[in-house]
Every structure is written in C-alpha cells, then in structure tokens.
C-alpha cells in the first residue's frame, strides 16, 4: 500500500479502483466489483469495511435529483456576520444546522463569512421560510442569495486520479 506522505491514508491500486468504482455506483456487488478490479468479492468486501473503518468511505447515501421531488429552486447563499468573535460563529453554525434546506454551509473568508446553498419549492418557500428564518438567526448582519438558473456542472465524485502516480 502506498503512503503518499500521509500516515493515516494507506491506499493501494486497488483501493483506489474501489473508491473509483463506489463513487460511481455505491450499489454495485462486491461481486460485481471485484470482477471489474480482479479481486475476490471477500477481499473488496474486507477493503470496503476497512475503509469505512478508516473514514476514508463516511457513508453511502442514494443522490437524489431535487427537481424531480419538487426541491426545484437553488440559491447560493452569502452571509455575513455582525461580529466576528468565536462565539458568534458557534451560534451560528449551531443554527444553521437546523435547516434541511441548507445542503451545504461552508465558513469562508473574503467578503462573507459563509456560504450556504440551499433548496426550495418555490421562489416564495425560499424567501418566505428559508431566508426569513436565516435572518432570525443570531448575528447574522447581511445576507445575499444568487438563484441558480441552470447547473451547468454537478458532482460528488472526488478525483482519484492523481493518487496512483507517484
């Protein structure tokens, strides 16, 4: 297994090949996939548990398209904080981690503390629930939201490619 100057990350080609593989299509049989890579379905069954142990796998999750349920509105959403002390933060991320239509909330710097994006039925669903209870939030000074007209480019799939080089 190779180390890549990482002590806790001990991947081989056939990790990687794995990881590659379930990022793809997680529901494929270890079967299936140890088929595809030439490895026994126990053996990628022991590396997949192995590298849900590790961390490196956190969870596997169905990705489900928010159009299709009715989640057709997505803002990208800036805010600022009035103040921007330790606790202030805190309470704000405390907050945030209430809303469901938050997808993901990233602390940032530059011009705003946070940037969120976020989903919604409607126009309305949004300012009216979302972005009203947003600004209700502890030490939130400023907020500004750009709605995403078309998603040029989406995905989850981390790119592996440049860890099987030495």
Do not use: W
Not at 78 to 91: F, P, Q
Not at 123 to 128: A, G, K, Q, T, Y
Request: glycine letters at 8%.
């Amino acid at each position: 297994m190779k180390n890549n100057g990482r002590d806790d990350l001990l991947l081989d080609k056939y990790d990687i090949k794995i990881l590659t593989a379930l990022q793809k299509d997680a529901g494929c049989s270890n079967q299936t996939l140890g088929e595809a890579i030439h490895l026994s379905a126990s053996q990628v069954s022991r590396r997949i548990q192995r590298l849900h142990s590790s961390g490196i796998i956190r969870r596997t999750v169905a990705l489900l398209d928010p159009s299709r349920i009715g989640l057709g509105v997505r803002a990208i959403t800036y805010v600022s904080l009035a103040r921007h002390g330790h606790e202030e933060g805190r309470s704000f991320e405390r907050g945030i981690a209430a809303f469901p239509e938050v997808l993901e909330c990233y602390s940032v710097t530059g011009e705003s503390d946070y940037i969120l994006q976020i989903v919604a039925a409607s126009l309305n669903d949004l300012s009216e629930s979302v972005l009203r209870r947003l600004t209700g939030l502890k030490g939130v000074n400023s907020i500004r939201s750009n709605i995403v007209l078309q998603c040029i480019k989406t995905s989850t799939e981390l790119p592996l490619g440049q860890m099987g080089r030495a």
